[in-house]
């Protein structure tokens, strides 16, 4: 894998990581205007990192579809909310698809493999069944149907590597505390600084993930390839 636009790289991971301190200094500080202005920038920022890092043009969708569900959940609104979960969804499905096309099979024996999916779907199953009861009645069903692809998605996430995985398990917490806030529960002081610090972070490293699987691919090493340069 080779980058499109070498030069790029370097301002735009600047950019995105000014942006991440200044987003959450507004959240600590209160700065709502600030806040606004820089949570639905994230997002293109790092697709245009990824972009310019030679990544998937995939990887630069499940990118702003989560720019997408950034912008409508600050709107507000239980239709909006929808709308923002699905727009998480579809950038989900876009990272399985890369996970699917990108990702070596996962390393160890089947045993291995079998004992992480277990570990993932009592999580999901425990997390959904404590949330079920104080999760407003409509927003059950889309919650849990948005909790087992997000645990597809950091579950697959096992096969681009460990900060893949690590990714998709900041994602599966962000997404958590979210939900947590839903259902009333007992909040961490500053809840929102918690959740866009995890996803944040989590973005970042599916993307680093993602950069690193497809370069170490046949195809990125076939380009990347002494005799080729």
Not at 11 to 37: D, Q, R
Not at 64 to 87: H, K
Not at 198 to 206: D, G, H, K, N, R
Request: proline share 7%; aromatic share 8%; charged share 10%.
């Amino acid at each position: 894998m080779t980058a499109r636009w070498p030069r790029a790289v370097r301002p735009l991971l600047g950019l995105f990581t000014v942006l991440v301190v200044v987003h959450l200094a507004a959240l600590l500080g209160g700065a709502t205007a600030i806040e606004h202005l820089t949570k639905p920038a994230l997002m293109p920022v790092l697709a245009g990192y990824a972009l310019a890092r030679g990544g998937p043009p995939l990887l630069a969708a499940a990118l702003l579809f989560g720019c997408g569900g950034d912008t409508l959940l600050q709107i507000g609104g239980e239709t909006v909310f929808l709308l923002g979960m699905g727009s998480f969804a579809a950038g989900h499905i876009c990272y399985l698809v890369l996970f699917a096309r990108r990702g070596a099979t996962m390393a160890g024996p089947r045993s291995r493999t079998a004992a992480a999916a277990g570990a993932y779907a009592i999580v999901l199953a425990a997390t959904v069944a404590l949330l079920w009861p104080d999760l407003p009645p409509e927003l059950r069903i889309p919650v849990a149907g948005y909790s087992l692809l997000l645990t597809a998605m950091a579950f697959g996430a096992l096969r681009a590597g460990p900060w893949a995985a690590l990714g998709g398990l900041l994602f599966l917490l962000s997404d958590t505390l979210i939900a947590s806030g839903i259902a009333h529960w007992p909040q961490l002081p500053a809840p929102q600084f918690w959740i866009m610090l995890t996803y944040a972070t989590a973005q970042i490293a599916l993307a680093g993930g993602v950069l690193r699987a497809a370069a170490d691919s046949p195809e990125g090493r076939a380009v990347n390839h002494p005799a080729l340069r």
